[in-house]
């Protein structure tokens, strides 16, 4: 059967799907001027489900779509488009949704797999190619820029083939892109490095005691971090071949400390207080210590007895919470003790930093702070200084929420926080879009800019910002490949 709009939340409102691929030029500015010191390109992803979902829909359901704003020479276009991955080919070639989706019991008996592939979740530019991911694990899918046509899955040069979680991160420094893959199967995680050029040069599997929700990763100049997190799978159902995730509050949760390119063997595991990480802000190496900056989130499910009361209503997808408050941890590699540290009580989440300083002590983040709802909205920004302490803080106006913003380098400079944030603002009141584009170091004062789209933005997941120089290094043998 298939799922009404007002089945949930996340098919109504700014979630609704647009039906349309379109390309808007010359964007007219209804606030401000474009910087001229700004050039390249703001990616977002998304759900945007091409037909009605099998049964229940859970937001990472729908089918991936890109939304693009190129800026240069102080003028703007936009475009959005469909990722093409083999399950949406699939269904379009077949009329009809083959998949039932996340919240329905997994068919294993599915020819083409238990999940679909979405590519919905996250893009990270890498060897020239910007590749679109999904959460749990599955092909990377190439973009072509500036057009956005999908030219398939990457094999990375016939180096590897086996997929990866969302939130790869690329080193500044070499250029190396670390990724993550997850498996039901033991040993349940496997990490990889690929190398500049895009072939795989390390991968290594990891054990854990089993599958655990992988979402993000987070580098340091010469480790990977990772994360085994006390919501999880509960392995006695698993045991009986059915899933349901839980929180288990009497087990630590932990982090791994994991050689760049070292065995899995060489793991270095250091027990934390329970909860669960969504998303990592940044790490770096301080003397012998590893410093983490995460959101963390203490009550991560819906309807669990040990939640702490509270007033607030805090965000869920599905039955996970969403409440994440900024945090700090250092892991003395040396005695193997960890401190850690809430920074502060605002709940807010999709952290963003200037991407050069990944792997290094940070100036600033830049976190979407949740509106008080029991859908996902980012109602403002807020900027944390981790040199001087404080933070600073942006609302939208009434009936306006933004996007997980991209920090953009202002052309010429390579100072951190020495450039521009770029937001999709959606006006739930009108159903209209813009595109807005703030100072980095005074997001407090509001938009420099404010761009309108002539078509509705839906509210989306995770992108980054591509400079012209970037793009310009592009792999050439994408101008003629397509799906």
Not at 12 to 27: M, T, W
Not at 153 to 169: E, I, L, N, S
Not at 395 to 412: I, K
């Amino acid at each position: 059967m298939h799922a009404s709009p007002d089945a949930t939340p996340y098919l109504r409102g700014n979630y609704a799907p647009i039906a349309e691929e379109h390309v808007h030029r010359d964007l007219t500015c209804t606030f401000g001027q474009v910087p001229t010191d700004i050039a390249g390109t703001f990616v977002r992803n998304g759900a945007n489900p091409a037909r009605p979902p099998a049964g229940r829909h859970h937001w990472f359901d729908g089918d991936g779509m890109v939304h693009a704003l190129e800026l240069a020479d102080g003028r703007a276009s936009y475009r959005n488009r469909w990722i093409r991955t083999a399950g949406f080919v699939a269904e379009q070639q077949a009329g009809a949704p083959l998949w039932t989706g996340l919240l329905e019991p997994i068919d294993r008996q599915n020819p083409r797999g238990p999940y679909k592939n979405t590519a919905n979740t996250d893009l990270v530019y890498h060897h020239g190619r910007l590749l679109a991911t999904w959460w749990i694990c599955g092909d990377a899918y190439v973009l072509r820029l500036p057009d956005l046509e999908t030219c398939g899955a990457d094999d990375f040069k016939g180096t590897y083939d086996r997929g990866m979680t969302a939130h790869a991160k690329v080193d500044p420094r070499t250029g190396e892109l670390v990724f993550l893959r997850y498996d039901v199967r033991p040993p349940f995680l496997s990490c990889g490095v690929l190398d500049a050029d895009g072939r795989l040069a390390h991968y290594t599997d990891i054990e854990l005691p089993g599958p655990r929700l992988q979402h993000d990763l987070a580098l340091t100049e010469h480790y990977t971090v990772l994360l085994d997190m006390a919501m999880h799978e509960d392995p006695a159902l698993l045991r009986q071949g059915k899933v349901r995730v839980k929180f288990f509050r009497d087990k630590p949760s932990r982090f791994g400390v994991l050689p760049r390119r070292g065995a899995g063997s060489s793991v270095r595991w250091f027990d934390v207080s329970p909860c669960y990480i969504y998303h990592t802000v940044n790490a770096w190496e301080d003397g012998d210590e590893v410093v983490v900056l995460a959101c963390r989130i203490d009550d991560p499910m819906v309807g669990d007895p040990g939640n702490a009361p509270s007033a607030r209503v805090v965000p869920s997808i599905a039955a996970q919470l969403l409440g994440a408050r900024l945090c700090r941890w250092r892991l003395n590699l040396r005695t193997g003790a960890v401190h850690e540290e809430l920074l502060d009580d605002e709940i807010a989440e999709f952290p963003r930093i200037d991407p050069r300083r990944t792997g290094a002590p940070s100036r600033a983040s830049y976190h979407q702070r949740l509106a008080e709802d029991i859908t996902l909205r980012f109602d403002g920004i807020v900027r944390y200084d981790h040199v001087r302490g404080g933070k600073t803080t942006y609302r939208y106006p009434d009936g306006q929420f933004g996007s997980e913003v991209a920090f953009a380098p202002r052309v010429g400079s390579s100072e951190p926080d020495d450039g521009y944030l770029l937001s999709f603002v959606a006006d739930e009141t009108s159903a209209s879009a813009e595109a807005w584009i703030f100072a980095a170091s005074e997001v407090e004062r509001g938009p420099l800019a404010r761009l309108a789209i002539p078509t509705r933005v839906p509210t989306g997941f995770h992108g980054l910002w591509i400079d012209h120089a970037e793009a310009a290094r592009q792999d050439p043998s994408l101008d003629t490949a397509a799906v």
